[in-house]
């Protein structure tokens, strides 16, 4: 399906922020009436005066995460279940599941929307996709997205045991893959494993022309890294499975929200109040979803939204997304975030190697342990302790450890023995195997 023929606002079609917001306006009356239909929010909203403009959807309260584990798993639905196109649920929730479902139509908007990349993304590419399939969207999403191009999609999975690292490496290298979807960590252990086998990714992979990364915070300093060591840019996505893609990196490298698809805020839960920029939990309303729409949905993930001018030209406001994993854990009189702490170790020198990385926050010293070879150890125990001491101003113990350490050079070479089930074995075979095919 061509993009500029869904008849969804599309990247270009307006001059200023405030064409942007005449668009909102615009969809939000339909999208409100949409969401009157699920019983989560019919019983939420007065059908007498359903909210028509923004200024009236403010006078809502917050939807929480919370809100759709208790009316898991249709509570949101607000179409017939007949016209759902897939179900999923998020990862990482513990006790109910947070659902998440699509109409054909909805899945429309999220393939337009993971697709807006700069790089752009044709018939000519080949898009291994390495992120989840089972329940989550980020696999699905960037799959309907590389065929909504054109693309040929390789469904890498990373959740699989028949996609382990060397395995990638290989599907890389022989395919002449041109373009990739993953975690940001995972082209850190993509980099080990192709140098386990004796590749070079900056010259053994020349068909690949960039990383596309999202699903976890990524700093300046990591993306950098990445960058030099597999020689093509890495392009950021921002999203989540409750809502799809929520930001895309323009051509100057910032992360601009999609707000001719959806409305957002910035909540401060320290004073409970609710702007439209600035640092704070990130709060969407999706425009375009109609089985489960959700009315100032609060992501919870820690953002900075601002206002502005870029030399891009999209007039979208953009964001810094420092996720969940932007709380900091108490050493002495300082707060270290894993954000902070992970700019110190990718800005050491590259030629110190060190890729892999941990840490454990203690109440008096910070723990760190690296992978590094003995050669360049004790520089970089020492540079890395110096920035964290001028940083923090904390004591910390950094010890480098052999590569391997950390990640186990099994976990970057090995094939896992992936079969079909069978229940009839030979005198000599493992019949423990039967039924449990691995």
């Not at 922020?17 to 939420?44: C, G, H, I, M, N």
Request: hydrophobic share 40%.
């Amino acid at each position: 399906m061509n993009s500029a023929s869904s008849g969804l606002p599309q990247l270009g079609q307006w001059n200023s922020l405030d064409d942007v917001q005449a668009l909102q306006e615009k969809q939000l009356p339909q999208t409100v009436s949409w969401a009157a239909r699920s019983p989560f929010y019919r019983s939420r909203l007065n059908a007498t005066a359903l909210p028509a403009t923004v200024a009236d959807l403010a006078g809502l309260p917050l939807t929480t995460k919370q809100d759709l584990r208790d009316n898991y798993p249709f509570g949101m639905l607000a179409v017939p279940k007949e016209r759902l196109a897939t179900y999923h649920e998020s990862s990482g929730t513990a006790g109910r599941p947070t659902p998440s479902y699509y109409t054909a139509e909805d899945w429309t908007d999220l393939a337009e929307r993971f697709a807006r990349k700069w790089i752009g993304m044709s018939e000519r590419d080949i898009l291994l996709v390495r992120t989840p399939y089972a329940l989550m969207l980020s696999g699905h999403l960037a799959q309907a997205a590389g065929r909504l191009c054109g693309a040929t999609v390789v469904p890498g999975d990373n959740r699989s045991l028949a996609m382990p690292y060397a395995r990638v490496v290989r599907v890389l290298h022989d395919l002449e893959v041109t373009l990739t979807w993953a975690v940001a960590t995972e082209y850190l252990l993509w980099a080990a494993a192709a140098a386990a086998v004796g590749h070079r990714p900056d010259t053994d992979f020349p068909g690949l022309r960039a990383l596309f990364t999202g699903g976890e915070p990524l700093t300046d300093a990591r993306r950098r890294r990445i960058s030099r060591i597999w020689g093509v840019p890495v392009v950021e996505e921002y999203g989540s499975t409750e809502t799809g893609s929520l930001a895309g990196e323009c051509p100057h490298g910032r992360l601009h929200l999609w707000s001719d698809r959806a409305l957002f805020e910035v909540y401060d839960p320290a004073s409970g109040t609710v702007r439209a920029d600035g640092d704070g939990q990130l709060v969407v309303t999706p425009l375009y979803r109609e089985a489960m729409p959700l009315l100032r949905y609060n992501l919870e993930d820690d953002v900075s939204v601002s206002y502005g001018d870029c030399d891009c030209g999209w007039a979208l406001p953009t964001v810094k997304v420092y996720g969940r994993a932007g709380f900091g854990h108490q050493v002495g009189a300082a707060t270290v975030t894993q954000h902070q702490l992970e700019e110190l170790v990718y800005s050491l020198p590259d030629s110190f190697g060190v890729l892999f990385w941990r840490a454990r926050a203690e109440p008096v010293v910070l723990r760190v342990e690296i992978e590094v070879d003995h050669a360049h150890r004790e520089a970089a125990q020492a540079q890395l302790q110096s920035s964290i001491r001028a940083t923090f101003g904390i004591d910390s113990e950094v010890v480098g450890l052999p590569p391997g350490g950390l990640v186990p050079e099994t976990v970057l070479t090995s094939m896992a023995d992936v079969v079909k089930p069978r229940s009839l074995f030979g005198p000599d075979e493992d019949w423990n195997k039967a039924l449990l095919y691995y």
